[in-house]
């Protein structure tokens, strides 16, 4: 079996426009795969059907080749999920809620739990309604790796960890990849998808634009063109061959440029400018471009 996730017109429909419509979908095992898109997208609704907690209007979801509805518990033992938003036993301890998790989970999740935590900085002793938000997120994130899930799906997971937390929590999704684990990452944070994943998926009002690895959407030719003027103008009335207008600051513009540099070059002789920066796109600018 290549894939881990298999997506087929998969569509929930809140409205004519909210929901997610007609989606397809592959993840080959043992790849960390991106999925982009903004609040409304459609990212969670899609992540609530894989996990059967939300019922497709039509389609279907299969993950690590079972049926998400039919084979909905079975696959609990085999998937460690973080959603964008949860709840923990409060008046328990860190110590204790792992400990009672790990009876629901495989041999030896408990000592796996403990060197998660060591290596994220969790303080386990105390009561978790006490835990900051950036603890608490650590403490759930460790109750999804702690079995060694086959299949991780994260929603939007760095949330409250600081730059320390992240680089270490980059290492384990790393780690878990070599171990032929698959990893299904939901996320804003576009940087982090672009050091981490092999493949990215971009969906926009719950419609999926592409699906493309990280290496081919870094090969586009899209550009960013900065202009400094000599003199402030209105930026968007200019017409420059194969450049669309991004935004402008005073006497500053910004261009996504999509053609040959000499080509450019006549057309910014006939303008007033004191200086010009041609620099490749990162993942955000091609992403945003999606939804220009």
């Not at 991106?34 to 019922?55: A, D, Q, V, W």
């Not at 084979?71 to 998937?79: G, M, T, V, Y």
């Not at 328990?92 to 030896?108: F, Q, S």
Request: glycine share 6%; proline share 4%; charged share 25%.
């Amino acid at each position: 079996m290549k894939s881990a996730i298999e997506l087929h017109q998969l569509t929930k429909a809140f409205s004519a426009n909210t929901g997610v419509f007609a989606l397809d979908l592959a993840v080959e095992r043992g790849r960390i795969f991106g999925f982009l898109g903004p609040n409304g997208s459609g990212k969670t609704t899609t992540i609530r059907m894989m996990l059967s907690y939300l019922r497709p209007d039509s389609g279907q979801a299969r993950l690590l080749g079972l049926d998400c509805q039919r084979d909905a518990i079975a696959l609990r033992h085999r998937i460690g999920y973080l959603p964008a938003e949860f709840r923990l036993y409060e008046r328990d301890t860190g110590w204790g809620l792992l400990r009672y998790l790990a009876h629901y989970r495989p041999a030896g999740s408990y000592e796996r739990a403990k060197e998660l935590a060591e290596r994220l900085h969790v303080d386990l002793n105390g009561r978790i309604k006490h835990y900051s938000k950036g603890m608490k997120q650590k403490l759930a994130l460790i109750q999804a790796l702690m079995h060694d899930p086959e299949l991780l799906i994260l929603d939007e997971p760095t949330d409250g960890f600081d730059p320390l937390i992240q680089q270490e929590f980059h290492q384990m999704l790393i780690e878990a990849r070599a171990r032929g684990r698959t990893i299904f990452l939901s996320s804003h944070v576009l940087s982090e998808v672009e050091q981490l994943c092999d493949q990215v998926g971009i969906i926009r009002q719950g419609r999926l634009l592409t699906v493309e690895r990280i290496e081919a959407l870094r090969s586009r030719r899209l550009r960013i063109l900065n202009i400094y003027f000599a003199r402030e103008l209105d930026a968007k009335t200019i017409d420059l061959p194969n450049a669309r207008f991004r935004a402008q600051h005073g006497q500053q513009a910004s261009f996504s440029y999509s053609g040959e540099a000499p080509a450019l070059l006549p057309a910014l002789e006939a303008l007033p400018i004191m200086d010009f920066t041609l620099v490749p796109a990162r993942l955000e600018d091609i992403f945003m471009e999606y939804y220009a």
